[in-house]
C-alpha cells in the first residue's frame, strides 16, 4: 500500500512540474467516485498528500480530498461545473433535488445530473449521491 501511494504521489508531482507549466491550462480537475467534480486554478497552487490526504492549498484557502473518494484528477482550460449543482449556486443541496423536480416536465437537461438523456428519480439520487 506504501508503495502505491509513493507512486501516486510521485506522479501527481510529476504531472505537475510537466503539465502546469504549458499556459493552455488553467484548471486542475478532480472527480470524485459519485461523478461529482471541482476545479481548482493552477496559479500558486500547493498540493501536499498525507496518510491518504490530498490537501490543495492557494492563496490561504485549502481544499482536501480522500485520495479513496477520487476517480481521477485532470489538467482543463475550463472549470468544472458540477452537474448536481442544478441551480448553480455553488451548494448541492435540497434545492437542487427541488430543482430537478420542477425540470422533470419542461425537460431543461441541465437537470439530467446523471447524463442519460432523461430527467427523472435517477437525477434525484445523482443530487442526493453529490450531497455525501
Excluded at 500500500?1 to 509513493?6: G, N, T
Excluded at 470524485?32 to 493552477?42: D, Q
Excluded at 490543495?56 to 473518494?69: C, L, R
Amino acid at each position: 500500500m506504501k508503495q502505491v501511494l509513493r507512486l501516486f504521489t510521485a506522479g501527481i508531482f510529476a504531472l505537475i512540474a510537466v503539465t502546469a507549466s504549458a499556459d493552455s491550462y488553467k484548471y486542475l480537475t478532480f472527480t470524485k467516485t459519485n461523478g461529482s467534480e471541482s476545479s481548482l486554478s493552477i496559479t500558486g497552487l500547493k498540493l501536499t498528500f498525507n496518510s491518504g490526504v490530498l490537501t490543495a492549498t492557494q492563496n490561504g484557502n485549502t481544499t482536501t480530498f480522500n485520495v479513496s473518494e477520487l476517480s481521477k484528477m485532470r489538467f482543463t482550460m475550463d472549470e468544472a461545473i458540477n452537474r448536481a449543482d442544478v441551480n448553480r449556486d455553488g451548494t448541492v443541496d435540497s434545492a437542487d433535488i427541488v430543482a430537478v423536480i420542477k425540470e422533470m416536465p419542461d425537460g431543461d437537461m441541465k437537470a439530467d445530473v446523471n447524463n442519460d438523456g432523461a430527467i427523472d428519480s435517477a437525477d434525484i439520487v445523482a443530487v442526493i449521491k453529490a450531497m455525501k
